[in-house]
């Protein structure tokens, strides 16, 4: 298993997401290793080996998350502190 190329025509990560300030994912919702991001709060989540879920260090309260259509996304300069939601 390898790192998806992100030039890969079509290729695309999909997170679970809240929009919820304070939610937080349940023990056992996400597999070991699986992102999830609170749009909310700005709040990178991923699944532990123990299954419960763990706040990405560095990454709370401080991460810039923006949702935005896959046109609009093609159109800009995406910056190294964001997390672009891509929307249909």
């Known amino acids: 298993m390898g790192f998806v ?13 809240s929009t919820t300030t304070g939610d937080a994912p349940a023990t056992g919702e996400l597999r070991p290793g699986e992102p999830a ?4 709060d700005g709040v990178l989540y991923v ?15 401080f ?4 949702s935005l ?3 609009a996304y093609d ?6 502190d964001t997390l672009y939601i891509i929307t249909s």
Request: net charge positive; proline share 7%.
């Open 5 to 17: 190329d992100p030039n890969i025509s079509g290729a695309r990560v999909r997170l679970r997401r």
């Open 37 to 40: 991001v609170n749009a909310a």
């Open 47 to 61: 699944g532990k080996l123990d299954g419960t879920a763990g706040v990405v260090p560095g990454a709370e309260g």
């Open 63 to 66: 991460v810039k998350i923006v």
């Open 69 to 71: 259509t896959q046109s």
């Open 75 to 80: 159109a800009i300069t995406p910056a190294s």
